[in-house]
T-cell receptor, first 118, second 113 residues
Framework: EADIYQTPRYLVIGTGKKITLECSQTMGHDKMYWYQQDPGMELHLIHYSYGVNSTEKGDLSSESTVSRIRTEHFPLTLESARPSHTSQYLC?????????????????FGEGSRLTVL | SQQGEEDPQALSIQEGENATMNCSYKTSINNLQWYRQNSGRGLVHLILIRSNEREKHSGRLRVTLDTSKKSSSLLITASRAADTASYFCATDPIKAAGNKLTFGGGTRVLVKP
């Protein structure tokens, strides 16, 4: 079992609402990621972080924002949700692959947050 | 465009049969990883193969890597109904901007009892 947790698992909200998806890990990993995935489709990286106070945009443009104030916590926020934001959001973390590792080790994923915007 | 692409997109087999799926990628890599995703859940890491390795085993899983063809295969032997899931390959590209994996579109495997 991976020690990475996402809340809420399911969220249905109306257009224009502000939402925050929480992600926490207890493995002390520096690297954390947010992926967006539509049902049965590929994963798209939308945000990542190398450590505290580090955040970068991923390969897929997203209107969401993230913060990394603590190592274990990497929340994602949508200021004004729209139906186009309906999707599953997956959080992941990664430690180094061995010593002196520049290369990526395995990712540990949370169970996902399925967001539906009406 | 995707760094990794799985083939086939979907696979249906009987319990006890072997399942093979392939992944092709475009640029040189540090390593390639395979993940499983059960419906509506997060991904679970299965196996990592480094660029200097050609084959790796883990239980009923066998992964091969051919860097000259930029391709990998995942074989699940003696499949079980519990193996029903989507399987994704992910690559760690050399010289990629940022330290991040790129996932393919996945192969949806159905194992019929």
């Amino acid at each position: 079992e991976a020690d990475i947790y996402q809340t809420p698992r399911y969220l249905v909200i109306g257009t224009g609402k502000k939402i925050t998806l929480e992600c926490s890990q207890t493995m002390g990993h520096d690297k954390m990621y947010w992926y967006q995935q539509d049902p049965g489709m590929e994963l798209h990286l939308i945000h990542y972080s190398y450590g505290v106070n580090s955040t970068e945009k991923g390969d897929l443009s997203s209107e969401s924002t993230v913060s990394r104030i603590r190592t274990e916590h990497f929340p994602l926020t949508l200021e004004s949700a729209r139906p186009s934001h309906t999707s599953q959001y997956l959080c992941a973390s990664s430690g180094p692959l061995g010593t002196g590792a520049f290369y990526l080790g395995e990712l540990f994923f949370g169970e996902g947050s399925r967001l539906t915007v009406l | 465009s995707q760094q990794g692409e799985e083939d086939p997109q979907a696979l249906s087999i009987q319990e006890g049969e072997n399942a093979t799926m392939n992944c092709s990628y475009k640029t040189s890599i540090n390593n390639l990883q395979w993940y499983r995703q059960n419906s509506g859940r997060g991904l679970v890491h299965l196996i990592l193969i480094r660029s200097n390795e050609r084959e790796k085993h883990s239980g009923r899983l066998r992964v091969t890597l051919d860097t000259s063809k930029k391709s990998s295969s995942l074989l699940i032997t003696a499949s079980r109904a519990a193996d029903t899931a989507s399987y994704f390959c992910a690559t760690d590209p050399i010289k990629a901007a940022g330290n991040k994996l790129t996932f393919g579109g996945g192969t949806r495997v159905l194992v019929k009892p």
